[in-house]
């Protein structure tokens, strides 16, 4: 079954403190796509990365780094020197290629980042 | 701004009532998805439709039901409304179903 699991519901740092949000996932198919979105206090979400299960690279964005590790079925997001502005709720979804591409989200993880 | 327009961005109705929650998708996206955000259930992927055909199902109420039509905007119709569908619904488009989900503002349903 199709599963995402954020276990650290929030997370309070200050800010240029290094932090990272865990996602762990279960999937039965071999082809799956990793997302993170962002959701700040606007409400709006905002989409971060994309990772399919073939591409096992990580990904570094500014102060954003991703780690893919498919042995750990593991997809971690971490954030450099944290500002305010990273407060939000950061999201890890699973889309797999079976079943139409149904789209499942973790349960999110609240990030605090203190001036 | 993302490109994907929601409306109403409120809604405020009774029980019982009926009410339909429309999405625009951005320019080119054939696929649109509807989620639901609540407090306790996180956010929930409702359906997905790809170029006018259902695609993925996911736990949708039987109350509720969604269309996407030949101009790719689609409409979720909720009946029946209940308290407990008070939420904030969510509309996504993507190029295709493997694809990056650009969200709309999402619609606030409040049921009174």
């Known amino acids: 079954a199709q599963k995402v699991t954020q276990a650290q519901t929030e997370i309070s740092v200050v800010e240029k403190e290094d932090v990272t949000l865990d996602c762990v996932y279960e999937t039965r198919d071999t082809t799956y796509y990793l997302f993170w979105y962002k959701q700040p206090p606007s409400g709006e979400l905002v989409f971060l990365i994309r990772?399919?299960?073939?591409?096992?690279q990580n990904e570094i964005s500014g102060r954003y780094s991703w780690n893919f590790q498919k042995s750990t079925s593991s997809f971690n997001f971490t954030i450099t020197a944290s500002q305010v502005v990273d407060s939000a709720v950061y999201f890890c979804a699973l889309s797999e290629s079976g079943g139409g591409f149904k789209t499942i989200f973790g349960a999110g993880t609240r990030l605090f980042v203190k001036a | 701004d993302s490109g994907v327009t929601q409306t109403p961005k409120h809604l405020i109705t009774a029980t019982g009532q009926r009410v339909t929650l429309r999405c625009s998708p951005r320019s080119g996206d054939l696929s649109v998805y509807w989620y639901q955000q609540s407090l306790d259930q996180g956010l929930q992927f409702l359906i997905q439709y790809y170029n006018g055909e259902e695609r993925a199902k996911g736990n949708i109420l039987e109350r509720f039901s969604a269309q996407q039509f030949p101009d790719l905007h689609s409409e979720l119709n909720l009946s029946s409304l209940e308290l407990g569908d008070s939420a904030l619904y969510f509309c996504?488009?993507?190029?295709?179903?493997?694809?990056?989900?650009?969200f709309g503002p999402g619609t606030r349903l409040t049921v009174t």
């Open positions: 990772r399919n299960s073939f591409d096992e």
């Open positions: 996504a488009s993507s190029a295709s179903g493997v694809s990056e989900q650009y």
